[in-house]
Nanobody, 125 residues
């Protein structure tokens, strides 16, 4: 299984990035999908997740109102649009299939989840 996350980079505070995730062997459209991140010296955290029916979306408090998860079903892509980026958003971002999505949280699905290789986002002036 190959999950490919892309779109990271070095940006200044207040700028925008859009991360993309695609898979070579999954049809992502019906899957729950998540974006997690891990900063140096910190634990991995869920940033934004959406369930398979697109009825439940989770956002970490730190990104609410700035990050938005979406799908393009025609392209088999999942996106994380990140606005007003802050230095504390600096991390490696991973896309994940089949996380456990609740309105109050999002969790690694363990053996049911697949992880991409990550894309680095650095926010610095």
């Amino acid at each position: 299984v190959q999950l490919q996350a892309s779109g990271g980079g070095l940006v200044q505070p207040g700028e925008t990035l859009r991360l993309s995730c695609t898979a070579s062997e999954f049809i992502l459209n019906a899957l729950a999908m998540g974006w997690f991140r891990q900063a140096p010296g910190k634990e991995r955290e869920a940033v934004s997740c959406i369930n398979g029916g697109d009825l439940i979306a989770y956002y970490a408090d730190s990104v609410k109102g700035r990050f938005f998860v979406s799908r393009d079903k025609d392209k088999n892509m999942v996106y994380l649009s990140m606005y007003d980026l802050k230095p504390e958003d600096t991390a490696v971002y991973y896309c994940v299939t089949d996380p456990v999505v609740r309105g109050y949280g999002c969790y690694d699905g363990g053996k049911d989840s697949s992880w991409g290789q990550g894309t680095q986002v650095t926010v610095s002036s």
